[in-house]
Structures are given as C-alpha cells and as structure tokens.
C-alpha cells in the first residue's frame, strides 16, 4: 500500500523479445470498462506467449490544457499504478504528459510507440479513446495507422449498466452525491483510499467514540457524511467501522482548511498506532453530514450511526 509512486516512461521501458500486447487510456478508477480494455490485452498475450502491459498517463491532460478546471481524479497516480500492477498485467507505463508530448501528431502516434516499444504486436483501447494532438484521433484512425504500422488495434465497447455507460465522470457524479453503493457495483470493487494515522485532538475519546485520524486528500471527494467502512493496518486483518468524511460542524466553530477522515472502529481490537499506514473501504453511506445543536445531541447520533452500521454488517 505504501510503495513509491514508480514506473517507467516509454523511454526508459526494457525492451521484450515476446509479443507486447498493450492497453491504453488514462484509467482513472481503473472501473468496470477500465476492466474490460485491460483484460482484454492479458488474455491475447496469454494466447500469443507475450506480456501484457497498461500504458497511462499522467498527470491528466486537463492540467495542462485547463490548468484553472482541471479533471478530479479518483485516484492518484501512485495508487493507481499499483492497482494495475496487482491486476495482472506484467507491467505499467507511466507517460509523462507534456506540452512535447502533447503536440505529437495523431497519425504518428502508434509509430511513435512501435520507436520505443519494438516488440508491440497490438494495442487494445476502449472505443471512445482519443488521442494526438488536439485529440482529432479516434479508433478508425488509429486501425488504419495499425495496418500501416503492421500493429493490431483491438477497440473494447464501452460498457453499460442501468442504461448508462460506466465511465469515471460518472463514478465522480455518484460518489459526490452518496451514492456509493452504485459507484462501487461500477468500479466492480469497493471504493478505497490508502493512508497514514495522524493524532488528533481527541474530541472522537471525549465522546465516547475514539477514532482513527486518516491522512486522505482526494482530488475528488466524495459526499461529506458518514460511512459504514473496514479498515485494515498494513499487517492486520479487516476491521468494521464507522467513518465520518467531512468538516465537522458539530466540533469546529470555523470550518477546517480542509476536510477529515475519522473512522471509529466496531467491536474490540487493537487499533492501528500513530504513523500507520492503514486502507479503509467505504462500503456503504448512512447519512450527509450535519451540524447538531449540542455534543449530546451529537453523541446520541453517533450511537445511531454505530447502529446503523452493525446492522448492515450483520445483513451484508
């Protein structure tokens, strides 16, 4: 969980003899259709005795082209590639997106590729990928720049559920406004952050509900409330709780520069140590966040919440 944020570019990739088959795209929640794209390049090299490997990008072209509004990731860059890493693929590619890389012509853009990847056989993209400069490359042109290159371009259909396609804006919509379980059915795996355990000032103890202070600043957040989560130490094993991302209202007179992540963990146990790095899955939403007119009135909620959470445990 805590590895460095590590991969190589496409200029520092080791060459392969065998078959490279490589799928393409930012995969940003690497989602259910993410899925789709990444498994389809492992199967095919598992056919063709080659390896399989995920070329993606960072940090999203929206920060260079729209620096003031850019695009709120799901995930960071270093969680992202080790997830991929963990899926199955032999390795990842981390390109670099620059203002060079950018201006890269469409029609040159699997040449430039085969250049620094010799061994690629195909590439597998999803079918509304775009790419090169000004993004005026889609799929049909990138299957006929594939013939002229001699590389097989495989285009996945993108994937839909309750009428819709699964997609990371999406995901984003639904995760802003508490709709968890939906967005974890699209990402086909619980929504997780990864973290380390800061003090705090207690104020969780003083209620009777100690909590665990996760270091999490996503770019985009999710609702402000409470969750039912599990949490596990780098070590340790699953433990159920009850999570509160938010600002607070209750505690603080002025809201905090930024919002927090407390989890006050159900049952007994030995709880993860200051400076721990710990993972929490947020597995369902209970309630928004409220501001209450008294620390009793908010430590009666709490008990709820508590209440709300065992019990779905106990039904999941």
């Not at 159920?240 to 991302?245: E, F, Q, T």
Request: proline share 7%; net charge positive.
């Amino acid at each position: 969980m805590s590895a460095k944020f590590s991969a190589a570019s496409l200029h520092d990739v080791r060459p392969t003899r065998r078959p490279l088959h490589l799928a393409i795209g930012m995969f940003d929640g690497v989602h259910l259709g993410h899925q789709a794209v990444i498994e389809a390049a492992i199967r095919s090299a598992q056919q063709d005795n080659g390896v399989a490997a995920v070329l993606t990008f960072h940090p999203h072209p929206s920060r260079l082209f729209h620096p003031d509004d850019p695009t709120l990731l799901l995930m960071p860059s270093e969680q992202k590639i080790n997830f991929l890493r963990k899926f199955g693929v032999d390795f990842v590619i981390a390109q670099p997106f620059t203002r060079t890389f950018a201006k890269l012509e469409a029609g040159h853009f699997l040449p430039y590729l085969k250049k620094h990847l010799p061994s690629l056989a195909a590439v597998y993209v999803g079918e509304n990928f775009r790419f090169g400069r000004g993004r005026v490359g889609d799929v049909k042109l990138l299957i006929n720049s594939g013939r002229e290159t001699n590389l097989t371009v495989v285009s996945i259909a993108r994937l839909r559920r309750n009428g819709e396609p699964v997609s990371s804006t999406r995901i984003r919509d639904l995760l802003t406004h508490g709709a968890l379980a939906e967005a974890n059915h699209l990402l086909g795996y619980n929504y997780y952050c990864d973290g380390s355990v800061q003090p705090g000032l207690k104020h969780g103890r003083a209620l009777g509900f100690p909590t665990l202070n996760v270091a999490w600043e996503p770019e985009a957040q999710p609702a402000y409330g409470v969750y039912a989560v599990r949490l596990r130490g780098a070590t340790g094993r699953w433990r159920r709780g009850v999570a509160n991302y938010g600002l607070r209202p209750t505690i603080e007179h002025s809201a905090p520069v930024r919002p927090l992540l407390e989890t006050h963990l159900l049952g007994r146990g030995r709880a993860p140590g200051p400076r721990a790095r710990v993972r929490v899955e947020w597995l369902a939403f209970l309630r928004p966040e409220k501001k209450f007119p008294s620390f009793d009135a908010l430590r009666q909620q709490i008990a709820r919440d508590c209440a709300a959470a065992e019990k779905y445990f106990n039904r999941a």
